[in-house]
């Protein structure tokens, strides 16, 4: 139940987060992408940075405070040093530890919140972008590239505010180690430093490695959740062709390159890292040699104080194969967003909805379904009054569910489309029950009111003739409805779309042959108590194959190649 999940905190809300993070649809680059995407999480970005700097220096202290302490220890020893100042740095030592735990723990709550805030605002501008999908888009979109898009993706861009600030300190600790090595041991620091720059033309050839591998896998990923998705939506027809294992076949055919490529990348993985693990080793190797061949001297408080040094640049250079990997998958995710989100999409709705009735008036009318195709609808001039009930007849592909899709700016059009009786910036509230119903894996109910309030949902059953039906049903309204209605017959899920039609009280009424699955007196019984009973002074567009109705209808529109070739009434 709703009330069972946690609230979220106001930083997280999905009323506001999606308009922060829209304009990242407009970046210019990959590069622009991940910069703007951090630079839209606002003032936490400068806490995260500020606790980088206290992580530098209350790190870069530890080495300094062990080179200390330990000298008073041998003073002590040898019969001198101040014991208080002995105790002093150890209790600093102490407290600088504690101090650092603290730190730690902070730095990781905020970067993991920089990374949930923009996998949300990622997510939140994906949907909506989906949600607006021109139909030629979405003919070339699956649901599998959607769900990779939201799951795997966003992920991958999110890491990088969690990646930058792991580079940062990297590089600043990298410096800083460097420096204080060399006022420790002089020029012998420069051989450890010369050790690491060794190793970086290996992280160019891994860096590459993991962008190719990345994108291979990333490419098999969305084949095989494509696939699956397709055999999940038809599996009722793989079950009655008996297709399992053809299809089963292909899937584990994907599912291995996936894996073999999966195996390369940790291979690669495992060797980078096993290289960089071993480069503090190298360096600290080779920075004792040369600073006892250039006559320095060992003793314990500078051996440990470089060991304590040489630890620090463990941290940037054994992570740097997890970096140049996490480096590759934002990148390949932010490219896959980005050609996303520059899909072509329907202008998204400014106008405020009225309620009043409205005519309807089309001059020149031309629609296709991409601004590249033929028009399905050529030189349609129409004219339509305030509440005339119009049916339109034709025969199959004529254009009858194309006009019904443009009317409601679901598709690119040319001429003027003027919704009468209307003032100016406002737009009629369309009620629209389509010709394959949209069924809701959720309850009757839900698939009625779609969040709304109830007030009117007792009537809507009552006039789609839906009670017999939720008589036989276990819980009523609140019996749930399986994956795409498969617990529904036809008729069930045709008249379940009209009272959804009916509850979201609309000023224009849409229907696309909404009877073709009911018996004639269930049908007769919609026709008198909607179209013709409670919707009587709206405004309605019907698409039907019945023509026992047609009689009842203010005017007939017959529609055949995409041309109005008849329009009066039946007599």
Same mark, same amino acid.
């Given at each position: 139940?709703?009330?069972?999940?946690?609230?979220?905190?106001? !930083?997280?809300?999905?009323?506001?987060? =999606?308009?922060?993070?829209?304009?990242?649809?407009?970046?210019?680059?990959?590069?622009?992408?991940?910069?703007?995407?951090?630079?839209?999480?606002?003032?936490?970005?400068?806490?995260?940075?500020?606790?980088?700097?206290?992580? !530098?220096?209350? #790190?870069?202290?530890?080495?300094?405070?062990?080179?200390?302490?330990?000298?008073?220890? @041998?003073?002590?020893?040898?019969?001198?040093?101040?014991? /208080?100042?002995?105790?002093?740095?150890?209790?600093?030592?102490?407290?600088?530890?504690?101090?650092?735990?603290?730190?730690? #723990?902070?730095?990781?709550?905020?970067?993991?919140?920089?990374?949930?805030?923009? %996998?949300?605002?990622?997510?939140? *501008?994906?949907?909506?972008?989906?949600?607006?999908?021109?139909?030629?888009?979405?003919?070339? @979109?699956?649901?599998?590239?959607?769900?990779?898009?939201?799951?795997?993706?966003?992920?991958?861009?999110?890491?990088?505010?969690?990646?930058?600030?792991?580079?940062?300190?990297?590089?600043?600790?990298?410096?800083?180690?460097?420096?204080?090595?060399?006022?420790?041991?002089?020029?012998?620091?420069?051989?450890?430093?010369? %050790?690491?720059?060794?190793? +970086?033309?290996?992280?160019?050839?891994?860096?590459?490695?993991?962008?190719?591998?990345? +994108?291979?896998?990333?490419?098999?990923?969305?084949?095989?959740? =494509?696939?699956?998705?397709?055999?999940?939506?038809?599996?009722?027809?793989?079950?009655?062709?008996?297709?399992?294992?053809?299809?089963?076949?292909?899937?584990?055919?994907?599912?291995?390159?996936?894996?073999?490529?999966?195996?390369?990348?940790?291979?690669?993985?495992?060797?980078?890292?096993?290289?960089?693990?071993?480069?503090?080793?190298? +360096?600290? *190797?080779?920075?004792?040699?040369?600073?006892?061949?250039?006559?320095?001297?060992?003793?314990?408080?500078?051996?440990?104080?470089?060991?304590?040094?040489?630890? &620090?640049?463990?941290?940037?250079?054994?992570?740097?194969?997890?970096?140049? +990997?996490?480096?590759?998958?934002?990148?390949?995710? /932010?490219?896959?967003?980005?050609?996303? &989100?520059?899909?072509?999409?329907?202008?998204?709705?400014?106008?405020? *909805?009225?309620? @009043?009735?409205?005519?309807?008036?089309?001059?020149?009318?031309?629609?296709?379904?991409?601004?590249?195709?033929?028009?399905?609808?050529?030189?349609?001039?129409?004219?339509?009054?305030?509440?005339?009930?119009?049916?339109?007849?034709?025969?199959?592909?004529?254009?009858?569910?194309? &006009?019904?899709?443009?009317?409601?700016?679901?598709?690119?059009?040319?001429?003027?489309?003027?919704?009468?009786?209307?003032?100016?910036?406002?737009?009629?509230?369309?009620?629209?029950?389509?010709?394959?119903?949209?069924?809701?894996?959720?309850?009757?109910?839900?698939?009625?009111?779609?969040?709304?309030?109830?007030?009117?949902?007792?009537?809507?059953?009552?006039?789609?003739?839906?009670?017999?039906?939720?008589?036989?049903?276990?819980?009523?309204?609140?019996?749930?409805?399986?994956?795409?209605?498969?617990?529904?017959?036809?008729?069930?899920?045709?008249?379940?779309?009209?009272?959804?039609?009916?509850?979201?009280?609309?000023?224009?009424?849409?229907?696309?042959?909404?009877?073709?699955?009911?018996?004639?007196?269930?049908?007769? #019984?919609?026709?008198?108590?909607?179209?013709?009973?409670?919707?009587?002074?709206?405004?309605?567009?019907?698409?039907?194959?019945?023509?026992?109705?047609?009689? #009842?209808?203010?005017?007939?529109?017959?529609?055949?190649?995409?041309?109005?070739? =008849?329009?009066?009434?039946?007599?």
């Amino acid at each position: 139940h709703a009330s069972d999940i946690p609230p979220l905190p106001p !930083w997280l809300d999905p009323k506001t987060i =999606g308009f922060r993070f829209q304009s990242l649809a407009n970046a210019k680059s990959d590069r622009a992408f991940l910069w703007q995407a951090l630079k839209l999480c606002g003032p936490r970005v400068w806490w995260v940075l500020g606790i980088v700097i206290s992580l !530098w220096c209350v #790190h870069l202290s530890s080495p300094f405070l062990i080179k200390n302490l330990l000298e008073g220890i @041998q003073d002590q020893i040898g019969g001198g040093g101040n014991m /208080t100042w002995t105790l002093l740095l150890a209790g600093a030592f102490c407290c600088v530890s504690l101090l650092q735990g603290f730190i730690i #723990h902070h730095y990781l709550y905020l970067v993991i919140s920089l990374e949930q805030l923009i %996998v949300s605002g990622l997510n939140n *501008v994906i949907y909506r972008h989906a949600l607006r999908l021109n139909r030629s888009v979405m003919d070339k @979109q699956s649901v599998g590239d959607l769900v990779n898009h939201v799951g795997t993706d966003s992920t991958f861009v999110g890491e990088f505010a969690i990646l930058v600030f792991e580079i940062l300190y990297g590089i600043g600790i990298t410096l800083f180690v460097t420096i204080a090595a060399y006022l420790l041991l002089g020029p012998a620091a420069f051989a450890g430093l010369a %050790v690491l720059v060794v190793l +970086a033309p290996f992280c160019r050839f891994a860096a590459k490695k993991f962008v190719d591998l990345d +994108a291979t896998i990333m490419t098999e990923r969305d084949r095989r959740v =494509g696939l699956m998705s397709q055999m999940i939506s038809s599996m009722r027809v793989m079950k009655y062709l008996v297709w399992e294992r053809p299809a089963a076949k292909d899937v584990t055919a994907i599912h291995d390159k996936e894996l073999q490529i999966r195996r390369q990348l940790a291979f690669a993985e495992a060797g980078s890292l096993l290289l960089f693990l071993t480069s503090h080793t190298f +360096a600290g *190797v080779a920075t004792f040699t040369t600073y006892v061949m250039l006559g320095g001297e060992l003793n314990p408080a500078i051996v440990f104080a470089a060991i304590a040094l040489f630890d &620090l640049w463990e941290h940037p250079f054994a992570h740097l194969a997890g970096y140049i +990997a996490e480096l590759a998958e934002a990148k390949v995710g /932010t490219g896959r967003i980005r050609k996303f &989100l520059q899909t072509d999409s329907l202008a998204p709705q400014t106008a405020r *909805v009225g309620r @009043q009735t409205p005519g309807l008036q089309l001059v020149n009318f031309h629609c296709s379904y991409s601004e590249t195709q033929s028009p399905v609808l050529r030189d349609w001039n129409l004219t339509i009054a305030p509440g005339e009930a119009v049916a339109i007849v034709g025969p199959v592909g004529s254009g009858k569910t194309t &006009l019904l899709s443009a009317l409601q700016g679901e598709l690119p059009v040319e001429g003027d489309i003027t919704w009468t009786e209307l003032p100016q910036g406002v737009e009629p509230r369309f009620g629209y029950a389509p010709q394959k119903p949209f069924v809701l894996n959720s309850s009757i109910k839900q698939n009625i009111l779609f969040g709304g309030a109830d007030i009117s949902l007792t009537q809507a059953i009552r006039s789609a003739c839906f009670e017999p039906d939720l008589a036989e049903m276990p819980a009523g309204v609140m019996t749930e409805i399986g994956e795409q209605g498969v617990n529904l017959s036809g008729g069930q899920k045709q008249r379940l779309s009209l009272c959804r039609v009916y509850a979201s009280r609309p000023s224009v009424i849409l229907l696309d042959d909404p009877v073709s699955a009911v018996d004639t007196q269930t049908e007769a #019984h919609l026709m008198s108590q909607l179209v013709f009973g409670h919707w009587q002074n709206l405004t309605r567009l019907v698409v039907t194959h019945r023509l026992d109705h047609l009689c #009842h209808f203010d005017r007939v529109l017959f529609v055949e190649g995409g041309e109005l070739k =008849g329009d009066g009434q039946l007599e």
